[in-house]
């Protein structure tokens, strides 16, 4: 966490997080999403051209959002997510981990 300070606003909490999308195989097919936990203003739109892409490929290079997030994995039957339960453990230990720093 960083704080930005200037003699023209209020002093700015920044936090800067690590791009966690490592891809070992650069032929997987990928989708990249600014997850917030919102759903204010948390839709990308898309060129005509790629509107509903996941229809046909679950392969975008472009940033999406949230309720993007939402609509896709519905469309997939809720499959954009696999884990195993390794992984999953790895998870809740880096999200107690966090909210032990936060707090």
């Known amino acids: 966490m960083y704080t930005i300070k200037s003699n023209i606003f209020d002093d700015l909490n920044v936090m800067i997080m690590e791009n966690t999308s490592i ?38 290079s472009k940033t999406m959002k949230d309720m993007n997030f939402v609509e896709i994995n519905k469309y997939t039957g809720n499959s954009l997510i696999d884990l195993n339960d390794i992984e999953i453990e790895k998870i809740n230990e880096i999200i107690q981990n966090d909210q032990r720093f936060l707090t």
Do not use: C, V
């Open 23 to 60: 891809m070992t195989n650069p032929l997987n097919k990928k989708m990249i999403f600014d997850m917030k936990g919102s759903t204010e203003q948390r839709k990308s739109s898309f060129p005509l051209k790629y509107r509903q892409f996941w229809h046909k490929t679950l392969n975008y």
